[in-house]
Nanobody, 115 residues
């Protein structure tokens, strides 16, 4: 059974930082492009960032470019999202998945940014 477990969320003031982790179990994803996504209350889930298997190719949504950094550790089957200069509009539940979103979604991790 494939399982994605996100962690690292929390409540932070605007301008603060958080580091999210996504641990995958049940199979290895070292060859997959992995992505972070988020869903704010009342909104559709949206793309945040993705990273290829080597870590050499990364893409970001315009809204997070320059503030967020995606990385991965294939030995640990884990993907990270370093979030700096957080804004209230970054408040959402954050999820990871393959970039094509083919896996069952995990429970996500709540990020709340206060102004």
């Amino acid at each position: 059974q494939v399982q994605l477990v996100e962690s690292g969320g929390g409540l932070v003031q605007a301008g603060g930082s958080l580091r999210l982790s996504c641990a995958a179990s049940g199979r290895t994803f070292s060859n997959s492009r992995m992505g972070w996504f988020r869903q704010a209350p009342g909104k559709e889930r949206e793309f945040v960032a993705n990273i290829d298997w080597s870590g050499g190719s990364k893409n970001y949504a315009d809204s997070v470019k320059g503030r967020f950094t995606i990385s991965r550790d294939n030995a640990k089957n884990t993907v990270y999202l370093q979030m700096n200069s957080l804004k209230p509009e970054d408040t959402a539940v954050y999820y990871c998945n393959t970039n094509s979103q083919i896996l069952p979604w995990g429970q996500g991790t709540q990020v709340t940014v206060s102004s």
